[in-house]
């Protein structure tokens, strides 16, 4: 895929470096041969949205008949389109496919990537930090670590959702159908179904990704936008929709994202890097409580850890994180402790080439997506086995984000709750194969992210439960093999993000869908 991101002449030689030590996380576009729909969900208007009272609170205006003058015009302006297609246009049509949110996703995931450059120090060992009013001065905004990745992903997934109920409701109340029902003539460059074609699901899912991803990552704008419109006029390059089609769409999708961004702006994340004074008054009420505290290892020593306040961040349909917060882990010196420390010891003495394998698989470290993208690469490969249309596949990306981002909120409240030393931290002599992050250790993000991911995919893809759980005790097991977890630290996690993924289910099975 093309990638016209930031001009390369502010890259700087920092983040050349991380991006040419990417490993194969990194994403490539997936192969999607065009599908046809295997439901197309005629009720879809009448489930139940995630921030909009209903499908129905957010309407278009009533369409032209087909029979109209205007209609008419509108169909011979198409068919003149597709009658003089270049061979880019075509492969735009191809790209795009029959579902353009795994391509949105796709996008989403690589300015994830991107992004996902920690700050280097300055001359004088103080960390700058992103400056969202000011994005284009380095460091670059956003730092798209584990915890702004899953918020990125839970805001484009859940809108799109809202979106595309918002988008059923209305064609099953017009019921205007599409180009090629309406004149036989036209011959489409995808599969033809029996959707109405008003408004165009589309260009609603165009509109939310331009407005979403935009303001997640504001240095893509134009790029954003281009693949918008590429998107809007390939649906009526394949003869799938009108200008009024794309048009109602666009107006629908731009008034949903603007609920969200809505709630973005009060979420909390602003607040959620912290400065040194409220850092330190976290540390020193671990200590307090425990008689211990987590050490950056980082040298210079970075002041403040990644994000000690992403706990407060709003949560979807995780309760409170005290609700799901875990028992304390096991004092330093305590015999657990010490067989904990011992197995990671072992590792460093021998590790199998499977169990390294594992750990680098899903080291997920500066340049890749994060274990988020992990976990939503996954459910592309299930959307597109199933041959979900595009409200399945927003229903999907929606709870599964939610969820992840609920599991991280969570996860911080227990690592600064507890301030609990890395292995590293508490013994010199153990090494690690991966860096260390820059945040306490108990309980791991890996592990949380991958339970609350598991636990989602599964309700969705049932036949897909055992790869589920393979890859979740994969995700987890991989933070003991690199020794940057204590096995207690992983195994709580893994348990305490199958209990929040299980309350976006719980919603899930709630909402009409099933």
């Known amino acids: 895929m093309k990638k016209n991101f930031i001009p390369a002449a502010i890259l700087i030689i920092t983040i050349t470096g991380f991006l040419n030590s990417c490993n194969q996380d990194i994403p490539t576009g997936i192969s999607m041969q065009p599908y046809t729909f295997t439901k197309l969900d005629e009720d879809g208007g009448t489930w139940k949205p995630v921030l909009l009272t209903s499908g129905s609170e957010i309407t278009v205006a009533a369409p032209d008949d087909i029979t109209s003058a205007t209609y008419q015009d509108e169909l011979a302006s198409m068919k003149s389109m597709m009658s003089n297609l270049t061979d880019d246009q075509k492969k735009a049509v191809e790209y795009w496919g029959t579902n353009s949110l795994i391509r949105w996703n796709e996008i989403a995931s690589e300015m994830a990537s991107k992004y996902n450059m920690p700050p ?62 309406a004149d036989a003539s036209i011959q489409t460059l995808l599969p033809e179904n029996a959707l109405p074609g008003y408004p165009s699901e589309d260009a609603a899912i165009a509109a939310v990704s331009e407005v979403i991803l935009t303001a997640m990552f504001p240095l893509e704008k134009d790029y954003i936008l281009q693949k918008s419109q590429e998107l809007k006029n390939v649906r009526m390059w394949a003869g799938m929709n009108v200008a009024s089609d794309i048009a109602a769409g666009d107006e629908l999708g731009r008034a949903v994202a603007a609920k969200f961004v809505d709630r973005a702006k009060t979420d909390g994340m602003k607040n959620a890097q912290t400065p040194k004074p409220i850092s330190d008054s976290i540390k020193n009420a671990a200590i307090a409580n425990f008689g211990w505290y987590w050490k950056n290892l980082e040298t210079p020593e970075r002041p403040v850890g990644l994000t000690p306040l992403f706990s407060k961040v709003k949560t979807w349909y995780l309760p409170s994180v005290e609700s799901v917060r875990p028992a304390p882990p096991p004092a330093p010196g305590s015999p657990e402790f010490l067989t904990a420390t011992e197995e990671l010891k072992g590792y460093m003495k021998d590790i199998s080439k499977e169990e390294a394998d594992i750990a680098y698989f899903w080291s997920d470290g500066p340049g890749t997506y994060t274990p988020p993208g992990h976990w939503n690469r996954f459910a592309k490969d299930y959307i597109i086995q199933d041959q979900l249309n595009p409200l399945r596949t927003a229903r999907v990306f929606a709870y599964l984000n939610m969820a992840i981002e609920d599991a991280g909120i969570s996860c911080w409240d227990a690592k600064y709750y507890y301030h609990y030393p890395r292995p590293s931290g508490a013994d010199e002599s153990i090494t690690t194969i991966i860096g260390i992050p820059s945040f306490p250790s108990y309980t791991s993000g890996h592990s949380t992210f991958s339970g609350a991911g598991c636990a989602v995919l599964t309700y969705f893809f049932p036949d897909g439960s055992a790869q589920f759980n393979k890859w979740a005790e994969d995700a ?35 909402d009409g869908a099933d």
């Open 476 to 510: 987890s097991n991989s933070r003991v093999y690199a020794r940057i977890h204590y096995r207690f630290d992983c195994e709580v996690g893994l348990a305490t993000g199958i209990t929040v993924g299980n309350f976006a289910v719980d919603a899930a099975k709630a």
């Open 120 to 181: 280097t120090p300055n001359p004088d060992g103080s960390y700058p930090s992103p400056d969202p009013a000011n994005p284009g001065k380095y460091p670059y905004f956003p730092f798209a670590h584990p915890q702004y990745t899953s918020r990125m992903y839970a805001y484009w997934g859940a809108a799109s959702f809202d979106a595309l109920i918002s988008v059923w409701n209305q064609k099953y109340a017009y019921n205007r159908p599409a180009p090629f029902n």
